[in-house]
Each structure stands twice: as structure tokens, then as C-alpha cells.
């Protein structure tokens, strides 16, 4: 079962913090923003669970699309996310 990016960025702040946060709903083209990445990475860099979920369905398929996002070149902006997120949790 795949979530939404904004659904999986918000349980993953409610589990880190305790409290509900609610995240404003985006597409793929606005995680690409240079703002939010590092702040968006920062709230799911604690929960490898959901980043590495995110690695796996965020993979390219035959075509250098990417497989879940379907028509979208690769990476996409979830997948550069899971990988900033990643970067974040291993270098902390």
C-alpha cells in the first residue's frame, strides 16, 4: 500500500514530536522547491521505516520514469527527498 507524501510526512511528525502536524498538501513539481526539501527531509530522517518505504516505490522503471509517480522522470521529488532524508538520518 503506497500513502501520500503529504500523508507519510505527517505521520512521521506526529510520531517524532507527539503532537499533529498538518502539512500542506503539495505536488511532486513543489517538493522539488529548494525551500521546502531540507525542512520536509528533516521531519522524516528519524523514521527509516518511511524513508527507505519511500526509496523502494520511488525506484525508475525500464523507460528512466519513475515507477510509482508513473510519467515522471527520475528521480523525482520524493525520491530526492528519501535520499536527503537518508543522508540526514546516517550523518546523525
Not at 521505516?49 to 515507477?67: D, I, K, Q, S
Amino acid at each position: 500500500m503506497l500513502i501520500s507524501l503529504d500523508g507519510a510526512l505527517a505521520l512521521a511528525a506526529r510520531r517524532a514530536s507527539g503532537a499533529r502536524l498538518d502539512v500542506a498538501t503539495s505536488s511532486a513539481a513543489t517538493m522539488e522547491e529548494s525551500t521546502q526539501l531540507p525542512d520536509r527531509a528533516e521531519a522524516i530522517a528519524a523514521n527509516p521505516r518511511l524513508w527507505r518505504t519511500l526509496l523502494f516505490a520511488h525506484a525508475p522503471n525500464l523507460v528512466g520514469e519513475c515507477h510509482a509517480c508513473r510519467g515522471v522522470r527520475w528521480p523525482c521529488g520524493t525520491r530526492t527527498l528519501a535520499e536527503r532524508a537518508e543522508q540526514i538520518h546516517t550523518a546523525g
